[in-house]
């Protein structure tokens, strides 16, 4: 019998601090190799809302599954998530459904965790001052992720609407809402670039040498949320080398533009926790890590989520 697991489920059994280091290990068997995902299928459903099937075999976890996603920017202002998902999981060995799981909640905590797993191979380790922008469920996430891998004494937080980045600051201690961008990222050692823009939210000219900066977002190659001269001052990371080339609009558009080349791409972040890729090189080098998001974290993630339901009792069987 295969289990449903609603998003209440989900988040019974699973933590956003563990998937820290579930992502840490599922980066590093992409890069290594030992998992089995292609590129994901995207169709465009709308203006900047779209489809995508995102499968993936994960054999060291005992797993294969696919994420069905959809991303309509539009339903913020429906009081809707942006971001809705669904998970199927299968035994490997005889193609068995496993399970059927709400795949919102961990599409928002498995980005977070992958981002933390950048800040703690990528920041520098005397960093102390976040920002973030953004104030939606991604930089609530990122917020808890981040301060988990890094001792930050102050964070910042800037969102277009006033009344939300003030209500996110006043929630989270040790946080405060700045009255613009440029302001919260000045002399941040981490900065995260959470919103939904699809045009740079970012500039170049803000960043500190010695930053890691965070981009989450624009997952699509007509789509950009980084000043191309910040993705050619700094160091890039990315999740999918493959990927990268193809989806981000930070990458393909500023190869386009003859500002970097596909040699630009230092790394996969998966391969620096290897080992096979070098990070940081130097306290005054920018690196960024553009995060696309992975099949095999969904599915890494669905999976532990899946063995702890089952070992507590949790969700309802089907057939």
Not at 21 to 50: H, K, N, Y
Request: aromatic share 6%; net charge negative.
């Amino acid at each position: 019998m295969a289990l449903w697991l609603t998003e209440k489920d989900v988040r019974a059994v699973l933590s956003p601090l563990e998937l820290i280091e579930v992502m840490e290990r599922a980066l590093a068997d992409f890069s290594a190799g030992r998992v089995a995902q292609p590129v994901r299928t995207a169709i465009e459903a709308a203006e900047r809302s779209f489809f995508a099937v995102m499968p993936a075999l994960y054999r060291a976890q005992g797993v294969m599954g696919a994420k069905l996603v959809t991303v309509f920017p539009g339903n913020a202002a429906r009081g809707k998530h942006t971001h809705l998902a669904a998970i199927a999981l299968f035994d490997p060995e005889d193609g068995e459904m496993l399970a059927l799981l709400d795949g919102r909640y961990i599409t928002e905590a498995r980005t977070a965790a992958a981002s933390a797993v950048s800040a703690r191979y990528l920041a520098r380790p005397e960093a102390r001052t976040l920002a973030i922008l953004g104030s939606g469920v991604q930089a609530a996430s990122h917020y808890e992720a981040l301060r988990a891998v890094h001792p930050f004494d102050e964070v910042r937080v800037w969102s277009p609407t006033i009344a939300r980045r003030e209500r996110f600051a006043a929630d989270r201690p040790g946080t405060r809402a700045t009255g613009s961008a440029a302001e919260a990222v000045f002399g941040a050692d981490v900065v995260v670039v959470a919103t939904s823009s699809v045009t740079p939210a970012i500039e170049s000219a803000w960043v500190q040498d010695g930053a890691h900066v965070i981009a989450i977002g624009a997952c699509r190659p007509s789509q950009r949320e980084v000043d191309p001269a910040l993705v050619a001052r700094a160091a890039l990371v990315v999740d999918s080398r493959a990927a990268a080339l193809v989806e981000s609009g930070d990458v393909v558009q500023t190869i386009a533009e003859g500002r970097i080349t596909a040699e630009h791409v230092r790394a996969e972040l998966g391969e620096i926790v290897e080992g096979t890729r070098p990070g940081r090189q130097s306290s005054q080098e920018v690196t960024l890590f553009k995060s696309l998001g992975l099949a095999v974290e969904d599915i890494a993630a669905a999976a532990v989520a899946y063995r702890r339901a089952r070992e507590k009792g949790l969700g309802a069987e089907f057939s």
